[in-house]
């Protein structure tokens, strides 16, 4: 099957014969490939990928579990270090910020690190980062230290926690993306991000499961130290997914599109060198004696006749091999200064100014209420404020799996099953209205709503922030900046996000008390309504093939060279 390459362009073209609708225009020369290939939907998965998504969604996972673990685990550490009295504001506000702060160094710095030296050669050291942090962290030696020095001493791990939890964000968006077929791509992604609501699941049910088991020896002979192995127990179960993924990590192969990515982009055979990335596979392609190629595709090996025998221009590639090989250092070091020049320029610095300010928006209001969820719990009854000390903790933990059950999961799937009919677009837009709706009726009756108003309001208000913003400010980087600059752009993206939320951990109970917390979710909804207006900055995204566009930009800016 042959693909023509799309016409290009000039932007100042306005004629009629030039004019050409903006989907076709920026639609990569895949469709017809990738229709006629697969005629499921799109949240239908063939083994490949799931076994992708089992490799990818496992950071998710473990990113939600170890972030929203430590509201429990903090609680914990009231009754093993400091007699049951809350812990100290200011080391309590940087416990809790402390994975948002690693957060942050990890996704610029291995979203970078993806687009320079690969990949392969990166992914699966943000695991490796992720296990040594949680091993440290159940080691903190709590009857050797003071109680500001246990605090400190687990603060100062899940920050390097914190680092590979966030370097999986640029690192599993890119990985899969760049296998995906356009049709499926934002759901894959999707999926992928889905498992934050398991891994905010598991960790509440797990905190029940462990305590549980405790309650003998906590509840019936007073023993509430015991706590501390509790605590230890549920952070240590996060790294039995993390163990199982590690090798598939490790030796997952670099995918064919990242590698095109570092090829000319003005070069003639592009677009069929992009069709050929449209199909999906996990395993490099083998080349036969013939000349052609054999490809893994969802789980059966096919042959695809892709290239013709070894012509003049293919024997002289091969003898450039050596040539290009010394090449490469120098190209290395000019990646950050490519990075600049691309957004240098309005029409992409917007894009990215778009993903960047949603994303932190976002994340002010999300975990703001998502790492304070005590002011809810409260409002719904489970503060744990009566009771023994095993009883409060049992009825914090319950709360958190009610708050977890009603909102989180539900939102994450609504999203993977519409995100390509609706559009990314469409979808943030409506949960950033929608979650500012709920966030308004929360603030403006937060003393007259009665318990079941109250819970109801929350579990809308975390449902529109899975099925909106929450889920496409992860997907919208991914699929909207080009292969050759997208895990730097996807890290930028989330370090803004994280920042956001590391200013709602610090401030939200400082400020909850200066001017109350129907005031602080004020100001949640007038982020949510800014988010909204910073991701009119954005294109839809839908069956658009950002590398498409590169090149025919890189084609465009060669021509006017070459004219003037």
Not at 209 to 227: C, F, I, Q, R
Not at 399 to 423: C, D, H, M, R, S
Not at 458 to 487: D, H, I, K
Not at 548 to 556: A, D, G, N, T
Request: hydrophobic share 40%; proline share 4%; with cysteine.
């Amino acid at each position: 099957m042959s693909f023509q390459t799309p016409p290009v362009h000039h932007p100042d073209d306005h004629s009629s014969e030039s004019a050409v609708d903006d989907k076709d225009q920026y639609r990569s020369g895949l469709d017809e490939y990738e229709r006629s290939s697969d005629d499921k939907p799109p949240f239908y998965l063939s083994y490949a990928e799931v076994k992708l998504l089992g490799i990818a969604g496992v950071g998710f996972f473990l990113d939600a579990y170890d972030l929203f673990i430590i509201n429990p685990v903090a609680t914990m550490l009231q009754y093993r270090l400091y007699g049951g009295h809350s812990l100290p504001a200011g080391p309590q506000g940087f416990l809790k910020a402390s994975a948002n702060i690693g957060s942050v160094i990890g996704q610029f710095g291995f979203g970078y690190c993806a687009d320079t030296f690969g990949r392969k050669a990166v992914y699966g050291k943000e695991l490796m980062l992720i296990i040594f942090g949680t091993i440290m962290c159940i080691s903190d030696p709590t009857g050797d230290l003071s109680p500001s020095g246990s605090l400190l001493w687990l603060t100062i791990f899940r920050i390097i926690m914190g680092i590979g939890v966030g370097g999986d964000y640029p690192m599993s968006a890119t990985i899969t993306t760049d296998r995906a077929k356009l049709r499926k791509r934002g759901t894959l992604l999707a999926y992928i991000f889905a498992n934050q609501g398991w891994g905010s699941f598991v960790g509440s049910v797990a905190t029940l499961v462990v305590l549980a088991a405790y309650k003998h020896v906590m509840n019936d002979e007073g023993h509430t130290s015991k706590v501390d192995g509790v605590w230890r127990i549920v952070v240590g179960l996060s790294l039995i997914p993390a163990f199982g993924t590690l090798y598939q990590r490790l030796t997952l192969p670099e995918s064919k599109r990242f590698k095109l990515s570092q090829e000319d982009t003005e070069d003639e055979h592009q677009y069929d060198n992009l069709k050929k990335t449209g199909d999906f596979k996990l395993h490099e392609s083998s080349r036969t004696s013939s000349g052609q190629a054999v490809a893994v595709r969802h789980g059966e090996v096919a042959e695809e006749a892709r290239t013709a025998p070894l012509d003049s221009d293919t024997e002289k590639a091969g003898k450039g091999t050596a040539t290009r090989v010394k090449e490469v250092a120098s190209e290395k070091k000019a990646q950050y200064r490519e990075f600049l020049t691309y957004f240098s320029e309005w029409k992409h610095a917007k894009i990215l100014i778009g993903t960047a300010m949603s994303w932190f928006l976002l994340d002010i209001a999300f975990y703001g209420i998502n790492l304070n969820q005590n002011v809810v719990l409260l409002e719904i009854g489970y503060a744990g404020k009566t009771g023994t000390p095993w009883e409060k903790l049992f009825k914090v933990s319950t709360g958190n799996l009610i708050i977890t059950a009603l909102g989180f999961v539900p939102g994450y799937y609504a999203t993977v099953l519409t995100i390509e009919k609706l559009g990314r677009k469409w979808i943030q837009i409506q949960g950033f209205l929608a979650a500012a709706l709920f966030l308004g009726i929360l603030a403006g009756k937060f003393h007259t709503l009665s318990t079941p108003a109250f819970v109801v309001c929350f579990a809308f208000l975390q449902f529109f922030f899975n099925f909106g913003a929450n889920s496409t400010t992860y997907c919208y980087p991914a699929e909207v900046f080009p292969t050759r600059f997208r895990a730097s752009a996807h890290g930028l993206s989330a370090a803004s996000g994280k920042a956001g939320a590391i200013i709602s951990a610090l401030v939200f109970n400082t400020l909850s008390q200066k001017i109350g917390t129907p005031a602080v979710l004020w100001i949640f909804f007038g982020c949510c309504i800014a988010g909204a207006g910073f991701t009119l900055l954005l294109p839809e995204v839908r069956m658009r093939d950002p590398d498409v566009i590169y090149i025919e930009e890189m084609k465009v800016k060669r021509a006017k060279q070459e004219s003037s």
